[in-house]
């Protein structure tokens, strides 16, 4: 039987940066990862945003890990050459009755450390963005924009020039505890058996169902997994706003904003549509409730302008209605299996916070 000292299932965003973490601090890595490429799931269908830290509840490790996770995202973006841009986003009150929920996230923004954000009244934010219907506003400057793909490559080039290989086309199908460490079986072309004296499981959607076909890891400390589609629209034309416009977040989700890609093109969404079964379908039906919250913040949105996009399915651990839950990373001590660390619901912001999870786990091993 083969072994190795780290095995990291999945080459999504989270998988990468922790290989990379652990190639960098000199352990032997080896990732593997069902599909044919790095970043075929959740880290290729999300708004590639780089979250502030705004929204979070003070004291959840989600909240940390995206205020340093951003700062380390955009210093790993300059030093390789990522493509990125902060932008900045404006959060809107787009009536009195708003003004209130705007002073709120003030205050919670503060409470996590994020105290970039600038009060701007009706006319300050329409002097910056012309378009935009708004009572009151608040400017987020450390809030940006990065090509997802291009970080993930960054990544998996980085933790391959470390010693890390990548195994594509190799899904893992079962896994046992043994004496200090685990025994995992791939299947795909080349199925084999391996020793890992530590496992990361870092796949995404696909988390809960290795963790269960993994024999004495109990059962109980595995969650739930909801599904939280959200769907996107493009918008035809080109986007007259230069900066990202979020309205008021909405149960499981940030409100149907408006984000921009790195060409300056606009999108909306995501929106929260639960699902039962992964797909990966917009309906165009759902224009037009897009449509009618988009005017809420831009009333000149021209009838027709909205085009289906892509959409993403968010691995939540909590049921619709369910309370914001935190990242749920468990190690040998929350379910007593050495050498097995498990990431669950690992959601938005997870693009951001990556590099920080990747140093957490790479000093938790
Ligand atoms: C709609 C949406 C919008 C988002 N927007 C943002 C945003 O703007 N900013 C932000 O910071 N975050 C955002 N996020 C969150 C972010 O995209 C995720 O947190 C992040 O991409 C999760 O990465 P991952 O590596 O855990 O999962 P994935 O990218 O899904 O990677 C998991 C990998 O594991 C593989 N895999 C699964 N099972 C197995 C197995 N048994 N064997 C081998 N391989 C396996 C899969 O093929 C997959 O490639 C968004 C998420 C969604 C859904």
């Given at each position: 039987m083969e072994s190795v000292e780290c095995l990291i299932v999945g080459a999504g965003v989270i998988g990468l940066a922790v290989a990379r973490a652990l190639a960098l601090a000199g352990r032997e890595v080896v990732v593997v990862e069902t599909e044919s490429g790095i970043g075929s799931g959740v880290s290729s269908r999300n708004s590639e945003v780089i979250h502030a830290g705004i929204y979070y509840p003070t004291g959840l490790a989600k909240t940390r890990l995206c205020v340093d996770g951003k700062a380390m995202l955009y210093a790993f973006a300059r030093e390789f050459g990522v493509p990125h841009k902060r932008c900045g986003k404006l959060l809107v009150a787009v009536n009195e009755g708003e003004v209130g929920k705007l002073v709120a996230l003030k205050a919670q923004a503060e409470a996590n450390g994020v105290t970039d954000l600038v009060w701007l009244s009706a006319s300050q934010a329409r002097a910056l963005e012309p378009a935009l219907n708004a009572e009151r506003a608040l400017l987020s400057?450390?809030?940006?924009?990065?090509?997802?793909?291009?970080?993930?490559?960054?990544?998996?080039?980085?933790?391959?020039?470390?010693?890390?290989?990548?195994?594509?086309?190799?899904?893992?199908?079962?896994?046992?505890?043994?004496?200090?460490?685990?025994?995992?079986?791939?299947?795909?072309?080349?199925?084999?058996?391996?020793?890992a004296s530590h496992v990361v499981n870092a796949a995404g959607l696909g988390a809960q169902a290795l963790a269960?076909?993994?024999?004495?890891?109990?059962?109980?400390?595995?969650?739930?997994?909801?599904?939280?589609?959200?769907?996107?629209?493009?918008?035809?034309?080109?986007?007259?706003?230069?900066?990202l416009i979020y309205p008021m977040p909405t149960p499981g989700g940030l409100g149907v904003h408006l984000t921009l890609d790195l060409a300056g093109e606009a999108r909306f969404g995501p929106d929260v549509e639960w699902v039962d079964a992964i797909d990966y379908d917009v309906d165009p039906g759902r224009a037009a409730s897009f449509a009618a919250a988009i005017r809420a913040y831009w009333p000149d949105l021209p009838e027709g302008a909205l085009k289906p996009g892509y959409a993403g399915i968010r691995p939540k651990i909590a049921r619709p209605g369910g309370s914001t839950t935190d990242f749920l990373i468990e190690t040998e001590k929350d379910h007593g299996v050495n050498g097995l660390i498990n990431l669950f619901g690992i959601e938005s912001p997870g693009l951001t916070a990556s590099l920080a999870i990747a140093d957490w786990v790479a000093r938790s091993l």
């Open positions: 400057p450390s809030t940006g924009i990065i090509d997802a793909h291009a970080f993930m490559t960054a990544l998996s080039g980085d933790a391959e020039a470390h010693g890390a290989m990548i195994a594509f086309e190799t899904p893992v199908l079962a896994g046992r505890v043994a004496e200090r460490g685990l025994t995992i079986e791939t299947g795909g072309l080349a199925p084999m058996r391996v020793f269960r076909s993994i024999a004495g890891m109990p059962a109980d400390r595995i969650p739930p997994l909801h599904l939280a589609k959200g769907n996107y629209f493009s918008l035809s034309g080109r986007s007259p706003f230069s900066r």
